[in-house]
């Protein structure tokens, strides 16, 4: 019996967002088993910092800043990666944002703003490297949810809303990629301290709720996410498709 591999040496990584929080974590995770990566945002500073410091890390790292909500943008990535590395094997689709409003005084531009990013940017850079991975017959896809694609909780309209459907549209892309030899999931975090996170958790009262609906009463760290990522990156996944697979402490299993 073929036993797989976590093994990631000579394929390429693509994660959007990867210039801090989850994104910066995975990309350094993919890189500790061996994938190229490349990572995006739209802070450029924060781009070439991240950059450097996976390359200090030993890993093949580059960066090329991208916002994920304009086309011509993405299509000007893809090209990029493939022309300097011949094909992309994993895609991380993380750029992500948050407002936390009640729902009275969610505004319009609150909506439209936090629809666009998480669940216009996750489609349109899907749709990109998809295309890509159906000619090579090979592909990895990992949506980033979160547990909000799955329970509701208060405060959270638009980002629910988006992560509901990142997670409807892992479903519908499993079953049209799979004859393509390409699998298509996504991961849910709970809490993971993040610069996105970072004021929330720092209210006591708040963490204190927070640490107390997971089972493990415990945020997460970055590193709760590396080997989730790595496994759904690598040929050790390779009959997982069309799952959301919650990384959450226990939060949604009660
Ligand atoms: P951070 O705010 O720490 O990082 C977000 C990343 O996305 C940054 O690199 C940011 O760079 C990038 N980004 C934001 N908007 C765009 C855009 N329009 N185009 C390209 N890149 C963009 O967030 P987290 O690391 O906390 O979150 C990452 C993902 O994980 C998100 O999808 C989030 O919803 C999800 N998640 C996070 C949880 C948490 O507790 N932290 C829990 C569950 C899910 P820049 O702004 O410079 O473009």
């Known amino acids: 019996m073929d036993i797989p591999t976590f093994d990631l040496t000579g394929r390429t990584a693509l994660v959007t967002g990867g210039s801090k929080g989850i994104g910066f974590g995975m990309a350094y995770a993919l890189g500790a088993y061996g994938a190229r990566v490349v990572i995006t945002s739209r802070g450029e500073e924060e781009g070439w910092a991240a950059e450097e410091q996976l390359q200090e890390a030993g890993f093949d790292a580059a960066y090329l800043p ?4 304009k086309k011509e943008q993405i299509d000007g990535l893809v090209a990029e990666t493939v022309a300097r590395y011949g094909s992309i094997d994993i895609l991380v689709n993380n750029a992500g944002m948050n407002i936390r409003k009640p729902l009275i ?8 703003r936090v629809l666009s990013v998480n669940l216009k940017g996750i489609f349109l850079v899907g749709q990109a490297v998809a295309k890509q991975m159906m000619e090579q017959r090979y592909g990895k896809i990992i949506n980033i949810s979160s547990i909000l694609g799955t329970i509701g909780m208060p405060y959270q309209t638009s980002y629910a809303a988006s992560k509901g459907g990142i997670n409807q549209l892992t479903k519908v892309w499993a079953e049209e990629l799979a004859p393509y030899n390409i699998t298509v999931n996504a991961l849910g975090p709970a809490y993971i301290r993040t610069p996105m996170t ?8 708040r963490y204190r709720q927070i640490i107390n609906a997971t089972m493990q009463k415990r945020v997460g760290e970055l590193s709760d ?4 990522v790595v496994f759904l990156a690598s040929d050790a996944s390779s009959y997982v498709t069309g799952q959301i697979l919650n990384i959450d402490g226990g939060w949604t299993a009660r």
Not at 225 to 228: C, D, F, I, V, Y
């Open 66 to 69: 991208c916002d994920v909500t």
């Open 105 to 112: 005084e969610v505004e319009e531009s609150d909506w439209d």
């Open 198 to 205: 970072e004021e929330w958790l720092n209210d006591p009262e």
């Open 225 to 228: 996410l590396s080997g989730p």
